[in-house]
């Protein structure tokens, strides 16, 4: 039997996957626990449209993240850092603080979307990676001042 998973089913496949499957396990299993809808005509046009609008919904999304990114790149931030003997920053900036910053001017990037590959503890500008989106991704200069 031909059958439209509508959950991720460990060993068996993921979301709106169309599989064969024995009767007895789509009947008994899958469709009785919700978990998949028989293959039909009309099932298969509800699962194309569905997909259609989530393809339409991930562009704009993907298109609205581009816009934010050619704002970000020609922008950097600054912090005044205190600093110690032979400039040696007191402790260190972390991605809550960048991602504070960027509230600040307008942009709402969660702080997970920050990513560090060392700790920025000394003056200077450093190039720190942002991820938005698995399509988009930029770097972002941080200054650091005394």
Known sequence: MKIILLEDVRKVGKKDQILE???GYA???????KLAVPLTKRSKEVLDNRLDKEAK???EKVEALNKIKKELEKKSIDFQVKTGAQDKVFGKIST???ADKLKEMGYNIDK???LLDGDLDTLGVH???IKLHKKVDFKLRVVLKK
């Open 127 to 129: 190039e720190v990676e």
């Open 112 to 114: 997970k979307c920050i």
């Open 57 to 59: 919904f991930e562009e």
């Open 96 to 98: 809550k603080q960048i």
């Open 21 to 23: 499957v024995s009767d």
């Open 27 to 33: 009947n008994n299993y899958l469709i009785k626990n």
